[in-house]
C-alpha cells in the first residue's frame, strides 16, 4: 500500500486594504514585499494537525509599515480616525 503524505499546511496569509497601507496600490500582483510589523498576540493554542502536534497563535496588528517607504502607518492612520489605542 502506498502511504499517502499529509497535505502540506497552509502558510499564514495576510489581508489589507489600502487603508491599512497605502502603498499596496502601486504594488504588483506576484511581488515580494518586506514589510515591518507591531503586533500584540491575542491567543495562543496547541493543536493536532495530521497526528502532529503543533502550537498556533492569533494577533492583532498595531503597526505596519513598508521598509522601502517611510509613509504613514498603520498605527498613524488608527490615531488619525480615533480608533487607535492611547496607551501604546
Not at 44 to 55: P, R
Not at 72 to 78: F, P
Request: charged content about 40%; overall charge negative.
Amino acid at each position: 500500500m502506498d502511504k499517502q503524505m499529509p497535505p502540506k499546511k497552509p502558510k499564514p496569509s495576510l489581508y489589507l486594504t489600502i487603508e491599512d497601507l497605502p502603498e499596496i496600490k502601486s504594488w504588483k500582483v506576484g511581488g515580494k514585499y518586506e514589510l515591518t510589523a507591531k503586533v500584540k498576540m491575542t491567543s495562543l493554542s496547541e493543536n493536532e494537525y495530521h497526528g502532529k502536534k503543533d502550537t498556533s497563535a492569533s494577533f492583532e496588528i498595531l503597526e505596519i509599515t513598508d521598509k522601502d517607504f517611510k509613509n504613514k502607518s498603520y498605527k498613524d492612520l488608527m490615531h488619525e480616525s480615533g480608533e487607535g489605542e492611547k496607551n501604546d
